[in-house]
């Protein structure tokens, strides 16, 4: 049994819902994130009006946090997704053929083992409780 995690883009959240509820993963858990990848800012944007150098030094921190690189976290999704092992390979392809755009930003997938599961309601354990 693996636990899979997808970072996705906000607006993604109903196509990638619906892609998993056609191959037969309709149970999901999503949340609200914030982070950041590998990408800069492109201050290139801005460049005629203040430099970076001028960002990171504006009186206003929170103007500067803003726009800064140092502290820029994007708004994601992060969706849950409890599958046999078998069944791995074919969540991640619908992810991923459901996200990929081809630009920065598309998201993560993060596959974890998990020990066990328990249904609270009828106490099932292992893959009877996914």
Do not use: W
Request: glycine share 6%; net charge positive.
């Amino acid at each position: 049994m693996k636990e899979i995690m997808a970072i996705i883009r906000m607006d993604m959240v109903g196509k990638t819902k619906d892609a998993l509820v056609k191959i037969g993963f309709p149970s999901i858990t999503c949340k609200k994130v914030l982070g950041r990848g590998r990408k800069k800012v492109d201050f290139s944007m801005i460049q005629d009006y203040i430099s970076e150098k001028d960002i990171l030094s504006v009186s206003d921190k929170k103007v500067a946090e803003q726009i800064s690189e140092i502290h820029r976290l994007i708004s994601k999704r992060l969706i849950i997704i409890l599958a046999k092992d078998e069944d791995v390979k074919r969540v991640i392809d619908t992810v991923i053929e459901t996200n990929r755009t081809g630009n920065p930003g598309d998201g993560k997938i993060f596959v974890t083992k998990v020990t066990d599961a328990v249904r609270i309601r009828t106490e099932e354990m292992g893959d009877a409780a996914i």
